[in-house]
């Protein structure tokens, strides 16, 4: 009995230590995708408004 409350626990501790890992590493990878995503948008725009070619 004793053995399965143990094993249930490190079951558990891995099970948690793993999703943290995963949550942290997408909440980073969203803030690189949002930080690039408008550092994208703001050169097109920047970029868009000198072009002659392009139509108001």
């Known amino acids: 009995m004793f ?4 094993g249930a626990l490190i079951a558990i501790w891995l099970a948690f230590t793993v999703l ?12 690189i995708g949002g930080v690039l995503f408008v550092g994208t948008a703001a050169y ?3 970029k868009g ?3 002659p070619k392009r139509l108001p």
């Open 3 to 6: 053995w399965k409350i143990v």
């Open 49 to 51: 408004r000198k072009d």
């Open 44 to 46: 097109g725009a920047i």
């Open 20 to 31: 943290g890992f995963v949550f942290e590493g997408l909440f980073w990878l969203a803030v």
